[in-house]
């Protein structure tokens, strides 16, 4: 990295990063930096009355944290994010092992991995359709379900804690689990090959192959599937707000940040939406953060490996 | 050797087994495109009575009353692929340039502006996108497409999992010895960064585009005109329908009819991620 | 040659147009006249290339005469050649197309009425996206280009005050129309849009008062009789409606949803949500969530959403559902008639006025103040919602229950107004009737959220999420964060 004549060319670095930095600026700098004012300010619509901009200091962060909410809207995000997030990142990986492994020697592999993928390609509110049709109380799962006598009576998916915080996260799960697999494959595919020939001849079993050659070179495509699925939970809004009606109940036991902010938007309150916005964003770098450091992000280990 | 036996089960009970679980999730995985397709042909009437996994008879009617109601479907149709296809040829794109700056150079405020990215990325969108829609305004932008496509040169998301996967794969020293040759700077990403990074770009491309085929948030928002609104909204539209024209029979086919454009893309650029590229293409 | 005449002609009379100080849209018209003789001129040029430069003269002089016309069409009257509409659905725009005289399509967002172009700004009410945009334009309005200016907007009644109760709604009688213009409508879709000073400021075609649809089996079982009269007397308060309810509930039936008859208590309050600034829980409100509890205790009602799957299985006798609330447009589009298995296809269903008046849905047509239309409006919104006769066409075509005392009246006494799957009974004496009796003296803008909001906390405490005080802290909660100038709890 650190050789001398790369450094007449470094000014290529600014070039290549003026399209990104233009339309980053214009585009989402602006509005950013308003949000971040805004939430000084006491600035919300009343019906047609727009009610300030007045500055009042940071009355908006007193009042997020006063009510004690937040803490639990936070919560539930995560306990959402985890529930979904853990089968789907082991399935990945599995699956993303046995595609990998050359002595499995799987069948119809194009097939299959094709096909992991296609739930993310029909709309969140298209698939909360489908999953109201399914776990209506009246619908084909309770009937299926008291068929084969598990249940005697219909069980309200949409009335209970457990059920509603499971289809959230059943249906992340399912809609981002090809998405993450896709990714670590694409990552597999960048291994050197000549790894694995060597791993075989050494005498690796698959398993061994898997933890010390792929899961390490796959080090940086797992912290961005990491990351970014860390803060696409966090951000987790669509499909809560679409299956609860917005409402995020019993009891909002199933509402996300995002959908808490998005109440405040109804009465464009930038002031508190501002706040908000402004502490999930220092809750995600806090997060961030700790995963970089977790999983000790040393570019130059996997350099070396090569 | 002998350590392979005792650990591992055999190969075959391990296909068997690969093979069951790999049945089970491409059924939960494909039962979503049945359900639908069996809901596209049933009539509105049938449909309020409750699921059942029998297709019946009525998608050709649904269609035809579909295409006869004044939604310009075909238009949305049309303008989702120009969207979607735009966004993410100009998101790959631009997103790989970004990462190829970060990652084949050092410059001085290199690491202060790769913090900044992935600051970015954890920025709501939902906040900004109010503050953004009174910037289109100002900039005259509103009810065209340019709001819709143009941020998607600036995609953190897409920037980062570019920069991971040059990490992971792309070495410094190829791009040395494209300079011996006496490419030029930009030429270089162009002939061989990019190539290089295939199986990258196909996987974001695809992501890239069916984000944002499927994205309601800000196309509603932007776009009032109907003959430019793309297919999520018309959706909407189709399902806010007044009660002498509701059909939900409508709603199934029209939602059917969108996800077949992106199954086509998808299928074609899967062949990219799947299995256009050799184990070890990228490393010659 | 002739093109550098034409096009010297042509920026000439172009720059005339500017110069006369036409608005934009004269501007628009004369271009468009230009460029139309413009190809003209070059067609008769290719024609005839041998044609002398006279031909070409004469062209552009006829083209000059069009131009000239556009323009003074273009400022004749002071009123703008744009007309435009805000609405979340079609279905205004085919109310229009089908029965306002004149009314031409050219596609699905734009039309024409004489000279003036139409165009339709349809967004959908998803995610509150129609009113976010409706706001954001009414807020421009004052700046907008005249044919940019918002011209009509439609609201519903949940939140018909929020734009009425502005100046940015401009008062009927501003435009010309008069009471005696609107003296056939019933007074309740007047009171809606009726602002704090009195101005009405909003008209509809629609009156949907509301009743209650029963299942005339059920009836026979439960009661004894499926006339409408003895179901009437079985339902005719609360009190008799819960009677009524348990005694289904021993026959194996559920009377209805909590969400049902949710409507019929909120009309009925003695106040307004907010008074001085604070949420106010009527004692209406309390009542519908301690009757609703009982039953719901005494397993006589449910507490689905209305529009599920588990809300739409009393459609069909299996579902035991005794009865629906609900409008005339309720049971020709939402009772499945014409499906097999259906009690509506059988003619099962009867229809009563039920506990108290309600209504259930409408559209409102607004004039937006700043409208440089204003003849065309007030024309649009007189023949749309006080015509007789396009009242009548309405109501047969469409099925609206219109917002005429004398098309009710015909109809209440026709065999036209004779409903097949109410089992051939006529429902228009009861629905005008209902829509005498409906009070909305206690509406305020504030309606939309609140509804919604206690509606989904109280939810939870018929669930058994939450005790009463818990929702009620919830529905607190929510309507803070929807109305921050509000004093909750």
Same mark, same amino acid.
């Given at each position: ?16 990063l003026?399209p990104?930095? /233009? ?24 019906g047609?009355?727009q ?8 009355q908006n962060?007193i ?20 529930l979904g997030f ?10 993303g092992a ?16 094709t096909?992991?993928y ?11 359709m489908?999953?109201?049709?399914l776990?209506a ?18 069980y ?5 804690v ?5 289809l959230v996260a059943?249906?992340?799960?399912l809609?981002?689990?090809?998405n993450?697999?896709?990714l670590?494959?694409?990552?597999m595919?960048g291994?050197d090959?000549?790894?694995?020939e060597?791993?075989s001849?050494?005498?690796? /079993?698959?398993t061994?192959?898997?933890f ?9 495509i797992?912290?961005y ?12 809004f ?17 509402m996300t940040?995002i ?7 109804f009465s464009?309150?930038?002031g ?11 809750i /995600? ?10 999983s000790g ?10 | 050797?002998?350590?392979?036996k ?14 069951i679980?790999?049945?089970i ?5 494909l039962i ?28 050709l009617?649904n269609?035809?009353?579909l ?21 993410a040829?100009?998101?790959?794109y631009?997103?790989t ?10 410059f001085?405020l290199?690491k ?9 990325m954890?920025?709501p ?5 109010l503050?953004?829609?009174q910037?289109i ?27 991971q996967?040059?990490d992971?794969t792309?070495?410094?020293?190829l ?7 006496g ?8 002939t061989?960064?990019?190539p ?12 890239t585009?069916?984000?944002s085929?499927?994205?309601?948030f ?8 109907d ?14 329908a007044d ?7 409508q709603?199934y ?6 996800i077949f ?10 062949k ?13 | ?5 034409v096009?010297?002609m042509?920026?000439a ?7 006369a ?14 460029q ?5 001129? !070059? ?22 005469e069009?131009v000239?016309?556009?323009?003074e ?6 009123e703008?050649?744009?007309?435009n509409?805000?609405?979340?659905? !079609? ?9 306002y005289?004149g009314?031409?399509e050219v ?7 004489g000279?003036?172009?139409v165009?339709?700004n ?13 706001d ?5 309005q004052a700046?907008a280009?005249a ?11 949940d ?7 502005? !100046?940015?709604a ?16 019933y ?9 704090s ?5 909003g ?7 509301a ?18 009269a ?13 009677e009524?309810?348990?005694?289904a509930a ?5 009377m ?12 009925n ?5 907010v008074?001085?600034?604070?949420v ?6 309390e ?8 039953l719901?205790?005494a397993?006589?009602?449910n507490?689905?959403e209305?529009w599920?799957?588990d ?10 559902i ?7 447009w309720?049971?020709n589009?939402?009772?499945d ?8 296809t ?5 229809f ?12 409102w047509i ?17 023949t749309?919602?006080t ?6 066409e309405?109501a047969i ?5 219109v917002?005429?005392?004398?098309v009710?009246a015909e ?6 107004g ?14 005008a009737?209902g829509?005498?009796?409906i ?16 509606q989904?906390a109280?939810?939870n ?21 929807k109305?921050? !100038?509000?004093?909750?709890g």
């Amino acid at each position: 990295m650190k050789k001398s004549n790369v450094v007449k060319y470094n000014k290529w670095g600014y070039i290549f990063l003026i399209p990104f930095l /233009t339309v980053y600026g214009i585009f989402q700098l602006v509005p950013l930096i308003s949000t971040v004012y805004n939430s000084f300010f006491e600035n919300y619509r009343s019906g047609l009355t727009q009610i300030g901009p007045n500055f009042i200091g940071v009355q908006n962060y007193i009042s997020i944290f006063s009510t004690g909410d937040l803490w639990k809207y936070f919560g539930n995000t995560m306990i959402m994010w985890v529930l979904g997030f853990v089968p789907q990142i082991l399935i990945s990986l599995l699956l993303g092992a046995w595609f990998s492994d050359p002595s499995l020697r799987l069948k119809c592999q194009r097939f299959f991995k094709t096909v992991i993928y296609m739930p993310n390609l029909i709309m969140a509110s298209a698939f909360a359709m489908l999953f109201f049709t399914l776990f209506a109380t009246t619908g084909p799962i309770n009937s299926i379900l008291q068929q084969l006598g598990i249940i005697s009576q219909p069980y309200e998916f949409m009335n209970h804690v457990g059920s509603v915080r499971g289809l959230v996260a059943a249906m992340n799960c399912l809609m981002w689990f090809g998405n993450t697999t896709i990714l670590l494959m694409a990552g597999m595919m960048g291994i050197d090959p000549s790894l694995f020939e060597a791993a075989s001849v050494d005498g690796a /079993t698959a398993t061994q192959t898997f933890f010390k050659i792929t899961l390490p070179l796959l080090k940086p495509i797992l912290i961005y599937v990491m990351i970014t699925s860390l803060i696409g939970g966090l951000q987790m809004f669509d499909v809560p707000q679409i299956l609860t009606n917005g409402t995020g109940d019993p009891m909002r036991t199933s509402m996300t940040l995002i959908m808490y902010l998005n109440k405040h938007l109804f009465s464009k309150n930038y002031g508190i939406g501002g706040a908000l916005s402004v502490f999930l964003f220092i809750i /995600t770098a806090i997060l961030s953060i700790i995963i970089f450091r977790f999983s000790g992000n040393r570019d130059a280990v996997q350099k070396k490996a090569k | 050797m002998p350590e392979s036996k005792s650990k591992g089960m055999g190969v075959g009970a391990r296909r068997v087994i690969a093979y069951i679980v790999l049945i089970i999730i491409s059924f939960f995985c494909l039962i979503w495109f049945y359900i639908l397709l069996v809901n596209a042909t049933r009539s509105h009437t049938e449909l309020s009575s409750g699921f059942t996994p029998i297709p019946s008879t009525h998608f050709l009617e649904n269609w035809k009353n579909l295409m006869a109601g004044t939604l310009p479907i075909l238009n949305g149709m049309l303008n989702s692929v120009i969207v979607a296809g735009c966004s993410a040829a100009l998101c790959v794109y631009f997103s790989t340039m970004t990462a190829y700056a970060i990652h084949a150079y050092d410059f001085k405020l290199k690491k202060a502006l790769f913090t900044f990215i992935l600051a970015v990325m954890m920025i709501p969108t939902q906040v900004t996108a109010l503050g953004f829609l009174q910037l289109i305004d100002k900039m005259k932008m509103d009810d065209t497409f340019w709001p819709l496509i143009l941020p998607a040169i600036a995609a953190p998301v897409t920037f980062f999992y570019m920069k991971q996967y040059m990490d992971s794969t792309l070495s410094i020293s190829l791009i040395e010895a494209a300079r011996i040759d006496g490419a030029g700077e930009f030429r270089t990403f162009n002939t061989i960064v990019l190539p290089l990074m295939k199986p990258a770009i196909a996987v974001q491309a695809i992501f890239t585009f069916v984000s944002s085929w499927n994205n309601y948030f800000t196309p509603a928002l932007v776009l009032h005109t109907d003959t430019k609104k793309t297919l999520p909204i018309l959706i909407a539209q189709l399902r806010a329908a007044d009660w002498l024209k509701f059909d939900m029979g409508q709603v199934y086919v029209m939602i059917a009819f969108s996800i077949f454009p992106v199954i086509v893309v998808y299928l074609i650029m899967s062949k990219y991620i799947v299995a256009g590229v050799a184990l070890g293409g990228v490393k010659e | 040659m002739k093109k550098k005449v034409v096009s010297a002609m042509l920026s000439a009379v172009m720059a005339a147009g500017m110069l006369a100080g036409c608005g934009e849209a004269q501007v628009q018209q004369v271009a468009e006249a230009v460029q139309e003789a413009a190809q003209e001129v !070059e067609k008769e040029a290719q024609e005839t290339t041998a044609a002398a430069a006279d031909t070409a003269q004469e062209a552009v002089s006829e083209a000059v005469e069009e131009v000239e016309d556009a323009v003074e069409e273009a400022s004749a009257g002071g009123e703008g050649q744009v007309l435009n509409i805000y609405c979340w659905n !079609e279905e205004f725009k085919s109310r229009v197309t089908d029965h306002y005289p004149g009314y031409t399509e050219v596609d699905g967002t734009h039309g024409t009425i004489g000279d003036v172009q139409v165009v339709w700004n349809i967004t959908p009410s998803d995610d509150n996206a129609y009113q976010n945009n409706l706001d954001e334009n009414l807020l421009k309005q004052a700046d907008a280009a005249a044919d940019d200016k918002i011209d009509l907007f439609l609201v519903e009644a949940d939140y018909a005050l929020k734009y009425v109760d502005t !100046e940015y709604a401009m008062a009927l009688a501003d435009l010309g129309i008069t009471d005696a213009d609107v003296a056939d409508q019933y007074e309740y879709t007047q009171s809606i849009v009726t602002d704090s000073n009195g101005n009405l400021k909003g008209s509809s075609w629609q009156a949907c008062s509301a009743g209650l649809i029963y299942n005339r089996e059920a009836a026979k079982e439960v009661i004894g009789s499926d006339d409408p009269a003895d179901v009437q007397a079985a339902v005719a308060d609360w009190a008799k409606f819960s009677e009524t309810a348990k005694a289904a509930a021993a026959k194996g039936y559920k009377m209805c949803s909590v969400n049902d008859t949710y409507r019929v208590y909120s009309n009925n309050v003695s106040g307004k949500w907010v008074q001085d600034g604070a949420v106010v829980i009527d004692p209406n409100m309390e009542n519908w969530v301690n009757d609703s509890m009982d039953l719901v205790q005494a397993g006589a009602e449910n507490t689905y959403e209305l529009w599920g799957d588990d809300w739409a299985k009393g459609k069909t006798p299996e579902g035991k559902i005794f009865c629906y609330f609900g409008p005339a447009w309720f049971f020709n589009f939402c009772l499945d008639f014409g499906q097999e298995g259906t009690i509506a296809t059988d003619g099962g269903w009867g229809f009563c006025e039920g506990p108290q008046s309600y209504f259930w849905g409408g559209t409102w047509i607004c004039a937006a103040a700043g409208t440089d239309n204003a003849s065309l409006v007030k024309d649009i919104i007189l023949t749309m919602t006080t015509d007789p006769a396009v009242l009548k066409e309405i109501a047969i075509a469409d099925q609206d229950c219109v917002n005429s005392k004398t098309v009710l009246a015909e109809l209440a006494a026709s065999d036209e107004g004779n409903i097949e799957l109410l089992g051939g009974q006529n429902p228009y004496a009861e629905l005008a009737a209902g829509a005498e009796g409906i009070d909305l003296s206690n509406l305020s803008s504030y309606d939309q959220g609140c509804n919604e909001e206690f509606q989904a906390a109280m939810k939870n405490y018929f669930d058994g999420n939450a005790s009463a005080d818990e929702a009620l802290a919830q529905f607190y909660t929510a309507i803070g964060e929807k109305y921050p !100038e509000l004093t909750v709890g």
